[in-house]
Nanobody
Framework: QVQLVESGGGLAQPGGSLRLSCAAS????????MSWARQVPGKGPDWCSG????????YYADSVKGRFTISRDNAENTLYLQLSSLKPEDTALYYC?????????????????????????WGQGTQVTVSS
């Protein structure tokens, strides 16, 4: 069955860095676009970054652009998110999600990568806390 397992979260100081990983199994990882979202209690998902299948297209929310970097290793079935220059407002539960369409149409993914309904599997999440 499809599994997405995040790791790498923890406590970081403002200005610090963390690297999140999402280990995928149970499906052909390279055939799917993947994304990272974050959530704080009482709010809906906040989509941080998306990665098309082959790395030719990556997307970032304005709030993380220039500070977060998404990457993937299709050979290792793993998605990454490098978090840098962390701010207290980055504190959240971070999780990876699989974009529903396979293979995804590039132009459609460009327009819909941050839409909740376009994702069919989500991991359990890894907590990131930014505090001094």
């Amino acid at each position: 069955q499809v599994q997405l397992v995040e790791s790498g979260g923890g406590l970081a100081q403002p200005g610090g860095s963390l690297r999140l990983s999402c280990a995928a199994s149970g499906f052909i990882f390279s055939a799917y676009a993947m994304s990272w979202a974050r959530q704080v209690p009482g709010k809906g998902p906040d989509w941080c970054s998306g990665f098309y299948r082959d790395g030719s297209d990556t997307y970032y929310a304005d709030s993380v652009k220039g500070r977060f970097t998404i990457s993937r290793d299709n050979a290792e079935n793993t998605l990454y998110l490098q978090l840098s220059s962390l701010k207290p407002e980055d504190t959240a539960l971070y999780y990876c999600a699989r974009y529903r369409a396979a293979p995804p149409v590039r132009e459609i993914y460009y327009s819909t990568w941050s839409f909740d309904d376009e994702y069919d599997y989500w991991g359990q999440g890894t907590q990131v806390t930014v505090s001094s």
